[in-house]
């Protein structure tokens, strides 16, 4: 179980919150979490890369010029892999990169990766309930009074953002919003900061907090 200061949209302290989930045994928790990583990560590949082999690149029916008595490399047709406008050898074709992981061990990872980011967790009360129109400089000082430094990448989860904070973050490079219930292992650790509403850390608890 982890403990955490709820501050409000000012930065000050606000109460106690806590978070406990089931985590992986320390032996197995790298493994584990390594795998989702690079098993989102192949998910989110197109797989599209195409290019021709010499039997679908056009032309190259006739014979570029006689066998014998040119003294050059005999050849058969103009699109061989081996001239400049040839078909491609071993290059890749639309494929899929998926990669399989059991519903048990996906959530297991999630809930490990989260609780490996404790210490970077801040837990706000009322994230932009302020702003009654979209405003990305107060955002900017709202995470500048929690603690956050400039120029860091934050992750702001919210149990329903507003639309308001919506575009109040969507022009922030390094600041990505996400709902509570669509977590990841990438972006939970890829985030020097954690920004977590109350009612998104209770959603985080009700919806993986089942073992």
């Known amino acids: 179980m982890a403990n955490c200061d709820i501050r409000d949209w000012q930065g000050k302290q606000a109460g106690k919150a806590s978070l406990d989930l089931k ?3 320390k032996g197995s928790a790298n493994d584990l979490v390594h795998r ?3 098993r989102q990560l192949a998910n989110a590949r197109q797989g599209t890369a195409s290019t021709l082999t010499r039997a679908e690149v056009a032309g190259g029916g006739r014979k570029p010029y006689k066998q014998k008595g040119t003294g050059r490399a005999r050849q058969g047709s103009i699109r061989t892999p ?3 406008g040839g078909g491609v050898i071993f290059g890749p074709k639309p494929r899929s990169y998926s990669l399989a992981m059991n519903r048990k061990e996906r959530r297991l990872a999630l809930r490990t990766a989260l609780m490996s980011r404790v210490d970077d967790l801040i837990v706000v009360k009322g994230f932009g309930a302020d702003l009654d129109a979209p405003k990305t400089k107060e955002i900017i000082a709202g995470l500048g009074r ?3 430094a400039p120029g860091s990448k934050v992750l702001v989860v919210l149990d329903s953002p507003s639309e308001v904070v919506r575009k109040s973050v969507r ?4 600041v990505k919003l996400i709902a509570a219930d669509q977590l990841n292992v990438f972006d939970l650790l890829h985030a020097n900061t954690l920004v977590v509403g109350e009612a998104a850390l ?3 608890q009700e919806v993986y ?3």
């Open 36 to 38: 989702a990583v690079v």
């Open 82 to 84: 081996l001239r400049p």
């Open 146 to 148: 929690l603690g956050v």
């Open 209 to 211: 907090g089942d073992g």
């Open 23 to 25: 985590v992986a045994k």
């Open 202 to 204: 209770a959603k985080i």
């Open 171 to 174: 022009n922030l490079e390094k």
